[in-house]
């Protein structure tokens, strides 16, 4: 679903909404709520004050929940990084991390203590910013934290520190390198601006500027950028202006001005001719690409320029996708974004050539289509369409009060860009009032000039990323440049499960913590429809949304295994219409409702999800169930549907993860078992290439039935109200009269052969290390303090594993040990992509550590005290959003436990000692049977796995 580059446009909406009651209450069910109504009373309430030093302070209370946002964001990106020092803003952010003077541990020790969520920091272009979600009794201890390395730190930056970060950060680079299309962020910025502009290099640096970094350099970068005066502390939630002001001012109010930061010169640059370069890589097609460079944020054309793009390439219906992936499927594949910085903006346009197809033809006619837009511009629905499925596509994520893109952010980004906290707003109105002429002649005036025509072809690549920076990820774009993050994003991080000032704050010790709330999880309720589907209920408020799952028990695990992917295939070729709404009228439809609706399943569960705003829920639940209940199963869609899905096979088989996972799971479970399947789902070449029209008809009657469904609705509505709109759609549903198929979990599973097993990727900055064995439990068993063990050995930022192989040695962006969420037997795995020449070093130190936590140095009572607080502490701001209570009852129903479940968690893990979690630890776990994967180059890599006293065989994928 396609979204603004900056999170305030959609999340001024969600809170916008919960101040239009009235103006909602008017639309009929049958008539999307109009986009001017829904902007017209957007508020983010906030109040603003600012400290003697300069410190901008912005205060948003929301009660809905007992946690407050943390949001603390530096006027200072790699913009502002002299010749030489690229990147330095992002190692610097890594530092941030590694203790202050009167906190000279891990940062995210004490704030695991008390539960925080969603921390992270990230660096981009334009700013760095750093930001906790705590208890609201934990407040004092996060303000204490951030006031200290903004004020406190100097003293706490040594040689060996900044070795260390130097180190991750390298491997952060080499890990972003190391996938398909890693080394893309370089081709954007180094050919679309010019030496010398601040964006012609990439956030990350080069290794040798990155090398060259020394502990006098990093000093005098925190002296002269990380002042109180350029920065902006944005506080959200359960706070209020007046406890805001005295808590700031006790521990920030000491800390000096720092010199003011001079922002560089900018321009937004133009070739002076059309630009054509190829490069090779290991993708899976030809992937062709048309970019410019386009003004900032704060330019009146860049919201229009945004909406014109989401015409163009960026809704399900884009101009694009009807030409050239509908109608004349000559791409599998295509996408339009722009997305403005503060200076200047990049806008990407790309298709991925369909296999077989001419590249030069595909290249003629995405010109030929960009032209056509450029001629006609957009309509008054393509516009409208575009407007709603841009602000229901973001407000289901923003809920929160902060993270990446809660309302802290869209504060803090009006502050630090605009000047102005509040200028969602102008973003809000100009989208409101964009109008076809005007997107025409904004698109116009942009596109016309000369592009950078960058063609990506299959291939081994000629350069590597080294003296170069950044890293983008293959998919369907909406926001071509991420921020590079201090977590793994790759390995699932949101946060840790998870100077020379005088002070007269007392920082002898942390703050205490004030009393926590518990968790106060909805009331579940509970109905049947007309046709016996059991429907589970939750009301949630804050937002008038909805969210429903209709979920079905059978998943990935229900495929033939003569026909692998099946079910991938018949979910994609859902979503091509239904016996009543041809592809392009279904998009349509969902996209002028602002609904989001797609399909996707996991292991056990098929999933049709719905998301929808109060005023169309009626008209979205009734597109729901004909999507459910009427696919179309057109045979002419299905040859567009099998080539993409080859695609997307094609894709995982050069994505270095991918590829470890689909070699360890059917080792683990034996290729006859149901979770012995690449778990991906995509399945293989020849059967996905094989399965006609009616197998996927024959699987969706099999499975796809009411008396195998269970509906979850969590949102602003009631279980009556609810009820009645179901009954009418999916009530009416009949189930067949032969018996729901079954899956066969009793097959035996194979004694674990210990092994290591390589794939050759040659020329690979990294390898990627999987370790893996089938535990002798279930789902639904009791494993609270069995996760609780993997979460000290290897589970978190803070574990055995990720403190040694990232923060002692630095030979990883970072890695992981999890326990899978299965129904039936599960699996424990770890990860670890590790840099090359480390490989075996690195199963070395995994099979040690190991040793270690279940040996004679099992869990300490640090370890134990961190991991019981961080897990009770955590609970009240785990379940802030409806979609996290929405999956929090699913979780509930799938491995029947009592509703209250979450609300006696606390109790369980305070009943925790050391000696219980490492008798679970040691029942469960082995360093001895554990089957390893190494995805990496051959040539390096094997000759230090054969020291290692274990089997190497060399492996392939037959697709």
Do not use: C
Request: glycine letters at 8%; aromatic letters at 8%.
């Amino acid at each position: 679903m396609p979204r603004f580059h900056r999170f305030a446009l959609a999340l001024a909406v969600t809170t916008s909404l919960v101040a239009v009651g009235p103006v909602l209450a008017k639309a009929k069910s049958a008539n999307p709520a109009p986009i001017a109504d829904l902007v017209k009373a957007v508020d983010i309430p906030y109040e603003a004050f600012m400290l003697d030093n300069g410190l901008r302070v912005i205060v948003h209370e929301d009660r809905k929940a007992p946690v407050v946002a943390v949001s603390v964001w530096y006027r200072v990106g790699s913009k502002h990084e002299p010749k030489g020092k690229t990147g330095f803003a992002h190692l610097f952010e890594h530092l941030m991390f590694n203790g202050s003077e009167n906190s000279p541990g891990d940062f995210f020790e004490p704030l695991q203590q008390v539960g925080a969520t969603d921390s992270n920091g990230t660096t981009n272009v334009d700013r760095t910013n750093y930001f906790e979600t705590v208890p609201t009794g934990a407040l004092d201890r996060a303000l204490f934290l951030e006031s200290d390395r903004m004020g406190h730190l100097l003293g706490a930056v040594t040689q060996e520190k900044l070795d260390n970060q130097r180190d991750v950060v390298q491997n952060e680079k080499r890990q972003g390198d190391n996938n398909p299309y890693g080394l893309l962020r370089y081709e954007i910025f180094e050919n679309l601006f010019p030496t010398g502009h601040p964006y012609h290099h990439s956030t990350i640096g080069s290794m040798g500027d990155l090398d060259a970094a020394s502990l006098g350099d990093v000093k005098k970068w925190f002296s002269d950028n990380y002042g109180p005066n350029n920065a902006v502390l944005v506080l959200a939630g359960d706070v209020n202006v007046a406890t805001a002001k005295a808590k700031v001012q006790d521990w920030f109010g000491d800390i000096p001005r720092g010199p003011e930061v001079k922002a560089p010169a900018t321009s937004i640059p133009s070739l002076p001719a059309t630009l054509a370069k190829e490069v090779k890589d290991l993708v899976p097609t030809t992937r062709i690409y048309r970019m410019w460079a386009i003004p900032g944020l704060n330019d009146p054309e860049a919201v229009p320029l945004q909406m014109a793009m989401g015409v163009l390439g960026g809704l399900s219906s884009s101009r694009l996708d009807n030409a050239l992936v509908r109608k004349d499927p000559v791409a599998v594949g295509v996408s339009a974004v722009a997305q403005p910085f503060e200076d200047a903006g990049i806008l990407l346009v790309q298709a991925d050539v369909k296999p077989g197809v001419d590249a030069k033809l595909v290249a003629s006619r995405l010109d030929a289509e960009i032209a056509s837009f450029l001629a006609s511009g957009p309509t008054a629905d393509e516009l409208q369409r575009t407007a709603a499925s841009y602000l229901a596509g973001t407000i289901s994520g923003l809920e929160s009060v902060g993270g990446f893109g809660g309302k802290a952010v869209t504060l803090a980004e009006g502050a630090l860009y605009s000047n102005n906290p509040a200028y969602y707003k102008v973003e809000l109105d100009r989208m409101a009032k964009a109008t076809p002429a005007q997107v025409k002649a904004v698109a116009q005036k942009w596109l016309s000039r000369p592009a950078f025509s960058l063609t990506y072809t299959p291939g081994e690549r000629t350069e590597g990323g080294e003296n170069r920076g950044g890293a983008v990820t293959d998919g369907k774009v909406t926001a071509p440049v991420q921020p590079d993050r201090y977590w793994n994003e790759a390995l699932g991080d949101v946060g840790p499960d998870m100077g020379g000032a005088s002070s007269f704050a007392d920082r002898s010790q942390l703050p205490a913590v004030a009393d926590l709330k518990a968790l106060d999880f909805p009331a579940i309720e509970r109905t049947k429809l007309k046709n016996g589907v059991e429907v589970v209920f939750a009301r949630r408020t804050t937002v008038p949304t909805v969210n429903v799952a209709v979920s079905f028990d059978a998943g990935y695990a229900a495929d033939p295994h003569s026909a692998l992917g099946t079910q991938s295939l018949m979910l994609s070729l859902m979503d091509e219409g239904t016996t009543s709404l041809d592809s392009i009228a279904f998009a349509e439809a969902k996209e002028r409702l602002g609904a989001q609706i797609d399909a996707t399943a996991n292991a056990d569960e098929t999933v049709f999800s719905l998301f929808a705003l109060k005023p169309n829920l009626g008209a979205s639940l009734s597109l729901l169930a004909d999507y459910i209940r009427n696919p179309a199963f057109d045979a002419k869609e299905l040859d567009r549907v099998r080539a993409q899905q080859l695609n997307r096979l094609k894709a995982e088989l050069n994505n270095p993860n991918a590829i470890a996972s689909r070699i360890l799971t059917p080792v683990l479970y034996g290729a006859d078992h149901p979770y012995g399947i690449p778990p991906s789902g995509l399945g293989n070449a020849k059967s996905v290439a094989a399965v006609t029209r009616d197998q996927l008809a024959a699987f969706h009657s099999a499975w796809i039935r009411p008396d195998n469904a269970r509906v979850f609705v969590v949102g602003d509505t009631t279980l009556a109200e609810v009820k009645s709109q179901l009954d009418a759609t999916l009530g009416q549903w009949k189930a067949p009269a032969s018996a729901k198929p079954v899956k066969h979990f009793d097959i035996a599973i194979p004694a674990p052969k210990p092994r290591i097993l390589l794939f050759d990727r040659p020329k690979s900055p990294q390898s990627v290390i999987l370790a893996g064995k089938v535990l002798d439990a279930k789902g639904g068993d009791e494993l609270e303090v069995l996760r609780s063990a993997n979460d000290i050995f290897g589970g978190n930022f803070l574990s055995r594993f990720n403190t040694n192989l990232r923060e002692t040695k630095g030979w990883s962006y970072g890695v992981r040990s999890r326990i899978s969420g299965d129904q039936d037997r599960l699996t424990w795995v770890a990860a670890a992509p590790v840099q090359a020449d480390r490989t075996g070093d690195s199963i070395k130190e995994l099979q040690s550590d190991l040793k270690s936590f279940l040996g004679d140095k099992g869990v300490t009572k640090e370890e134990l005290e961190r991991t019981i607080n961080g897990s009770v502490r955590e609970l009240p701001g785990s379940f802030e959003t409806s979609g996290d209570v929405l999956e929090g009852i699913r979780q509930i129903v799938k491995f029947a436990r009592p509703d209250n479940y979450y609300e006696t968690l606390p109790a369980t893990y305070e009943a925790m000692t050391a000696a219980a979690i490492d008798a679970a630890a040691r029942k469960a776990l082995s360093a001895d049977g554990l089957v390893y994967v190494v995805v990496g180059d051959a040539a390096m890599v094997k000759p230090q796995l054969d020291g290692l006293g274990l089997p190497v065989e060399t492996v392939s994928l037959d697709n």
